[in-house]
């Protein structure tokens, strides 16, 4: 299978945090999306892993995406290493997209940063010849995606473009409702965390009103860029 766009998230539920808006408004627009997560989320303070399972595929039925993996690389310990960038390259060769998203190169967490690196470092390995993947008994042919982009986790950056996701941003904020075990749920008898917080999700909307703001839309989701971006002309942008 092949598609236009693979989101890489360290943990089930980072992509939807982040540019889930994004995402549906890829799918809504005709765009084959796939999301990868690369851990199960077990040493989460709340729910379980086969708890994040359930709530991962009921986030990504609402975004339209057309697959989710779990690379079921260990929680807390991703580590950047060969074994973990192979299996990205594989994927990557696998599903061939066009552009590939994931974690800003600074973080909070440790496990965004190493998802970063081992993306990064996939996203070149995997268009060389010479390093030999196989899957299913098949020598992958080799591929690099043509743009990456960061996505905005804890820590704020500069935005190199804003994406509009004012006209499908009911379903960022009904797929982080799937997430019942991590967000906030005044039912929920387990440990209180930073995300379940009644503010995290406030805090959420609230950044993307205020990137929204910046390009005078309603809601905008911020994402980084290290080489130049080209436009065919001013008049498709945003003003």
Not at 23 to 32: E, I
Not at 54 to 72: D, S, T, V, W
Not at 121 to 137: C, D, P
Request: hydrophobic share 35%; charged share 30%; proline share 5%.
């Amino acid at each position: 299978m092949k598609v236009d766009v693979l989101a890489f998230g360290a943990h089930p539920d980072d992509v939807e945090i982040t540019c889930a808006g994004t995402v549906a408004k890829l799918a809504r627009n005709g765009k084959s999306v796939g999301i990868i997560d690369l851990t199960q989320g077990e040493l989460g303070t709340r729910g379980t892993k086969s708890i994040r399972k359930k709530e991962a595929e009921e986030a990504g039925k609402i975004l339209g995406i057309a697959f989710r993996e779990n690379l079921k690389i260990p929680d807390g310990n991703i580590e950047v290493n060969r074994r973990n960038v192979t299996r990205i390259i594989e994927t990557l060769r696998a599903y061939r997209p066009e552009v590939i998203l994931f974690p800003h190169s600074l973080e909070r967490h440790p496990d965004h940063e190493h998802a970063f690196q081992l993306c990064k470092e996939a996203w070149f390995y995997a268009g060389l010849e010479k390093i030999s993947t196989t899957v299913n008994g098949r020598r992958q042919e080799p591929f690099r995606p043509k743009k990456y982009f960061h996505f905005m986790q804890k820590y704020e950056f500069t935005p190199s473009f804003i994406v509009d996701v004012s006209n499908v941003y009911e379903l960022k904020t009904k797929c982080l409702h799937a997430y019942e075990s991590q967000f906030h749920n005044p039912r929920s008898k387990e440990r209180e965390t930073l995300l379940s917080s009644k503010l995290f999700l406030e805090y959420i909307r609230a950044r993307d009103l205020h990137y929204g703001g910046l390009i005078n839309v309603e809601f905008g989701e911020p994402f980084f860029s290290i080489e130049p971006i080209g436009v065919d002309s001013f008049f498709g942008l945003k003003m």
